[in-house]
């Protein structure tokens, strides 16, 4: 059974330019949520996806966008990239349902900005 | 004000030790409490949950005070393998909306 997979695992960027990250589920994961670790930081919550929309976003600017596909995948964008993007983008994949549940993580994509 | 804070730590302890973490929640929707453990330049993986009675896994013990909204951490019998950061982590919304928050991170450095 594959864990979360995200992909590229590394990425340099000069400023201005776009970036797309993309991240498989876990099987029987219906929820994406992308977070940001910046360097020495807890990760902060991006936004989260599900049923192919976008359901709670966290203090990021319309410069982040993200899809989800029907096979429950999910990408994220990052256009007009900053220095300041630089930073682990993790994916987590979580299954919605009654009880809270735990929420796995991928190994996430390192992105430079430079 | 942060909605997860934690001591950002190190603790640097020797082998054997008792350490312990605490964290602190400002909202009090929250829902559910975890402890995730996270490694140099990996991911987050969930150590354990935190439940109102206290639970115990092995060596690690953690506990839930949701007057106080605080969450605590205790390991014993500390091993070099422990050496990592300890992240707090709260949940809260409703089905598809759920999020979690996470602390800064508390690292631990176990030494010989």
């Known amino acids: 059974d594959a864990g979360v997979t995200q992909s590229p695992t590394h990425l340099i960027k000069t400023r201005g330019q776009q970036v797309t990250l993309r991240c498989s589920p876990k099987?029987?994961?219906?929820?994406v949520s992308w977070y940001q670790q910046a360097l020495g930081q807890g990760p902060q919550f991006i936004f989260q996806?599900?049923?192919?929309?976008?359901?709670q976003r966290g203090n990021f600017p319309d410069r982040f966008s993200g899809h989800q596909f029907p096979n429950y995948s999910s990408e994220l964008n990052v256009n007009a990239l900053l220095l300041g993007d630089s930073a682990l983008y993790l994916c987590?994949?979580?299954?919605?349902?009654?009880?809270?549940?735990?929420?796995?993580f991928g190994q996430g994509t390192r992105l430079t900005v430079v | 004000r942060k909605e997860v804070e934690q001591d950002p730590g190190p603790f640097n302890v020797p082998e054997g030790a008792t350490v312990a973490f605490n964290c602190t929640y400002s909202?009090?929707?929250?829902?559910?409490f975890f402890w995730y453990r996270q490694d140099c330049r990996k991911e987050p993986k969930l150590l354990m949950s935190?439940?109102?009675s206290g639970n115990e896994d092995g060596r690690f013990t953690a506990q839930l005070n949701r007057a106080s909204q605080y969450i605590s951490l205790l390991i014993r019998d500390s091993k070099l393998s422990d050496s990592a950061t300890y992240l707090c982590?709260?949940?809260?919304?409703?089905?598809?909306?759920?999020?979690?928050?996470f602390g800064s991170g508390t690292r631990l450095q176990v030494q010989p």
């Open positions: 987590a994949s979580s299954q919605t349902g009654g009880a809270p549940t735990e929420a796995f």
């Open positions: 099987s029987g994961h219906d929820t």
């Open positions: 996806y599900y049923e192919e929309e976008e359901r």
């Open positions: 909202n009090s929707a929250s829902q559910s």
């Open positions: 935190v439940y109102s």
């Open positions: 982590v709260v949940l809260r919304g409703d089905t598809g909306r759920r999020a979690l928050t």
